[in-house]
């Protein structure tokens, strides 16, 4: 294990972080704010509970998880995209760096600026609404997996992209959709029975449910099912990752 090339490919992502610290910081945490004043303090107010938890409260899993899966798409697509797009990438390539300590290194870091997000994020929601982690351990290890997981999944579309408008259309078009949907806002349990079957078909709302869980015990679904699908999509986006790898799709050109 080429742990030198590791730690350079790490340093230069994070690196970028810092040099684009409100864009790549502060843009997500302030929108994130608005979501907290307008929802969790104007209309949350005036909503009834939901499960024993205030709406105010019950959302805030749900919007810290929107965030990291957004910003662990783009950190990490854009990461492995801009030596694409500039052809640095053959570099990498040539160099005595193998396929799993390239992903560790960009991945690694898309993953590291999503949980510092979500921590942000976490804290200052405390400022707008007041909320307990019943599990903080769990609640740490299903944001530190989905923040891989969906860097992962950012890494495959980063490599599968050709151009900047590529980039978006995934986590505009499919990934924003679906975590709206996913269960950020409300409880799958106060959809008519046809759309709670249809929202189970959402693996958003597994992460989401998983994930606020580990606030306040509560959960539309299994907690065990929420991990497995977790897992099970880390495992595929490895797979696909291993796969581009082997065949050299769109980087061996």
């Known amino acids: 294990m080429n742990f030198y090339a590791i730690k350079a490919i790490y340093l230069f992502e994070m690196a970028r972080t810092w040099r684009t610290l409100m864009q790549s910081i502060a843009s997500p945490v302030l929108s994130t704010s608005l979501y907290f004043i307008v929802f ?16 105010g409260a019950f959302i805030v899993p749900g919007l810290i998880m929107l965030s990291i899966l ?10 492995i995209y801009m030596p694409k797009f500039s052809g640095t990438i ?18 690694g870091a898309a993953a590291t600026k999503s949980v510092i997000i979500g921590t942000i994020i976490l804290v200052t ?9 019943e599990h ?25 992209a050709d151009s900047f408008q590529k980039l978006q259309v995934v986590p505009l078009m499919i990934v924003t959709p679906l975590a709206f949907l996913g269960g950020s806002f409300y409880s799958i349990n106060m959809l008519p029975p046809f759309w709670q ?3 189970l ?9 998983g994930f606020r869980w580990s606030f306040y015990g509560v959960a539309d679904v299994g907690v065990a099912l929420s991990l497995l699908m977790t897992l099970v999509f880390m495992l595929i986006c490895l797979g696909a990752v291993w796969w581009i790898f082997r065949t050299g799709y769109k980087i061996k050109a």
């Not at 929601?125 to 982690?133: G, M, N, T």
């Open 125 to 133: 929601a405390r400022l707008f609404v007041d909320f307990s982690i």
């Open 90 to 107: 053959y570099e990498i390539l040539s160099a005595p760096i193998s396929a799993l300590e390239t992903v560790i290194g960009y991945v």
């Open 70 to 79: 957004t910003e662990s798409i783009s950190n990490a697509s854009f990461g």
């Open 40 to 55: 969790g303090s104007a209309i949350g107010s005036r909503m009834a509970n939901i499960d024993g938890v205030s709406y």
């Open 197 to 199: 079957t249809v929202a």
């Open 201 to 209: 078909f959402n693996p958003v709302v597994y992460l989401v449910s």
């Open 136 to 160: 903080p351990v769990w609640m740490i290890a299903f944001l530190v997996l989905t923040s891989v997981t969906f860097s992962l999944f950012g890494f495959i579309i980063g490599i599968w």
